[in-house]
């Protein structure tokens, strides 16, 4: 994973053990999965749980929602491993898969694969940082 994000312009640098406690897998916290061939991690896929109450329904109480986290697709492209983070998340009890126009999400994959057009941008503010514009495509900062 950590060769994975240089392909990106901005990344959270992270020790082993900022890199443990932000991926390795919390119950209602964070999930992370591991594609392993012959000993040799393959890819990675995480996701992080939110939930929230529903107003005003008396048929949902709350939602349990995931968020894409990071990731690193290796030989089985990003499409693949997306398809995977649905399919995982659903069998962890999440009523929903919530995703970023960030790393190689863009809104073209994101709508092949069925995820909805959210109903806003997110704007991400780095005070005391002097950097240039970055496209969604080469960001590989995840904030939570």
Same mark, same amino acid.
């Given at each position: 994973?950590? &060769?994975?994000?240089?392909?990106?312009?901005?990344?959270?640098?992270?020790?082993?053990?900022?890199?443990?406690?932000?991926?390795?897998?919390? $119950?209602?916290?964070?999930?992370?999965?591991?594609?392993?061939?012959?000993? *040799?991690? $393959? *890819?990675?896929?995480?996701?992080?749980?939110?939930?929230?109450?529903?107003?005003?329904?008396?048929? &949902?109480?709350?939602? &349990?929602?995931?968020?894409?986290?990071? &990731?690193?697709?290796?030989?089985?492209?990003?499409? $693949?491993?997306?398809?995977? *983070?649905?399919?995982?998340?659903?069998?962890?009890?999440?009523?929903?898969?919530?995703?970023?126009?960030?790393?190689?999400?863009?809104?073209?994959?994101?709508?092949?694969?069925?995820?909805?057009?959210?109903?806003?941008?997110?704007?991400?503010?780095?005070?005391?940082?002097?950097?240039?514009?970055?496209?969604?495509? $080469?960001?590989?900062?995840?904030?939570?």
């Amino acid at each position: 994973m950590l &060769h994975f994000v240089w392909y990106y312009r901005l990344v959270h640098e992270m020790t082993q053990d900022e890199f443990a406690h932000l991926l390795l897998s919390r $119950k209602d916290v964070v999930y992370s999965y591991v594609v392993e061939e012959e000993g *040799a991690v $393959k *890819a990675v896929i995480s996701f992080y749980a939110i939930s929230s109450t529903v107003i005003g329904s008396a048929k &949902h109480s709350h939602v &349990h929602a995931a968020y894409s986290f990071y &990731h690193a697709p290796g030989p089985y492209g990003i499409r $693949k491993i997306i398809d995977c *983070a649905v399919t995982l998340a659903k069998n962890e009890g999440f009523d929903v898969l919530n995703a970023l126009t960030i790393m190689e999400q863009d809104a073209d994959l994101l709508t092949d694969l069925k995820f909805g057009a959210g109903d806003g941008n997110l704007n991400y503010y780095l005070y005391n940082w002097q950097c240039p514009v970055i496209p969604s495509n $080469k960001l590989g900062l995840v904030l939570t």
